[in-house]
T-cell receptor
Framework: EAGVAQSPRYKIIEKRQSVAFWCNPISGHATLYWYQQILGQGPKLLIQFQNNGVVDDSQLPKDRFSAERLKGVDSTLKIQPAKLEDSAVYLC????????????????FGPGTRLTVL | AQKVTQAQTEISVVEKEDVTLDCVYETRDTTYYLFWYKQPPSGELVFLIRRNSFDEQNEISGRYSWNFQKSTSSFNFTITASQVVDSAVYFCALSGTGYSSASKIIFGSGTRLSIRP
């Protein structure tokens, strides 16, 4: 079974530029997560989708970050405009079930996209 | 508020030594899940274990073992006879068990483990 796919793996941009990341979850997984992992820290949840709806985006900086999962499958995360402090690894994860149906769903993580903002 | 503390930033040991990674957590929930994840240089987070708060039995899986002590809010991870392939960053994590909180995982800052040949 294929794992969670992410692209690109690496991206270098200058501050105030825009950038987009793509994630393709494991086939059939209803829930998709985007995490931000700053160097030396653990991952922090940015946004959680259940199918194509947003479950939790409380920690997403909405003035510059946006995410969508239009058809309930793959997802894009965009930063516009980027700041120096956005330099991090952006991890995508997916899990099989939906909140409320299964109280626990193991999350499967992709390899991440390493963003450097200069 | 939920919090996970991994006080050991980096640990370096010689191959075949035993090593313990410490994890202390804070939560007001009466039931919760605890996790350990491994992050090798490739970057993916690899799930190692999940423990429900009402199950305080220690667990052993091959060279890995976990010691859960609710009284001290600790969930420590021991690797016996360490190998070079164990070199990675290890994260301890916590989530609730409720309708929406079960999928909200709070990670510690990680412990970088280096195993020297």
């Amino acid at each position: 079974e294929a794992g969670v796919a992410q692209s690109p793996r690496y991206k270098i941009i200058e501050k105030r530029q825009s950038v987009a990341f793509w994630c393709n979850p494991i086939s059939g997984h209803a829930t998709l997560y985007w995490y931000q992992q700053i160097l030396g820290q653990g991952p922090k949840l940015l946004i959680q989708f259940q199918n194509n709806g947003v479950v939790d985006d409380s920690q997403l900086p909405k003035d510059r970050f946006s995410a969508e999962r239009l058809k309930g499958v793959d997802s894009t995360l965009k930063i516009q405009p980027a700041k120096l402090e956005d330099s991090a690894v952006y991890l995508c994860a997916s899990s099989p079930g939906t909140s409320g149906v299964h109280l626990y769903n193991e999350q499967f993580f992709g390899p991440g996209t390493r963003l450097t903002v200069l | 508020a939920q919090k996970v503390t991994q006080a050991q930033t980096e640990i370096s040991v010689v191959e075949k030594e035993d090593v313990t990674l410490d994890c202390v957590y804070e939560t007001r929930d009466t039931t919760y899940y605890l996790f350990w994840y491994k992050q090798p240089p490739s970057g993916e987070l690899v799930f190692l274990i999940r423990r429900n708060s009402f199950d305080e039995q220690n667990e052993i899986s091959g060279r890995y073992s976990w010691n859960f002590q609710k009284s001290t809010s600790s969930f420590n991870f021991t690797i016996t006879a360490s190998q070079v392939v164990d070199s990675a960053v290890y994260f301890c994590a916590l989530s609730g068990t409720g309708y929406s909180s079960a999928s909200k995982i709070i990670f510690g800052s990680g412990t970088r483990l280096s195993i020297r040949p």
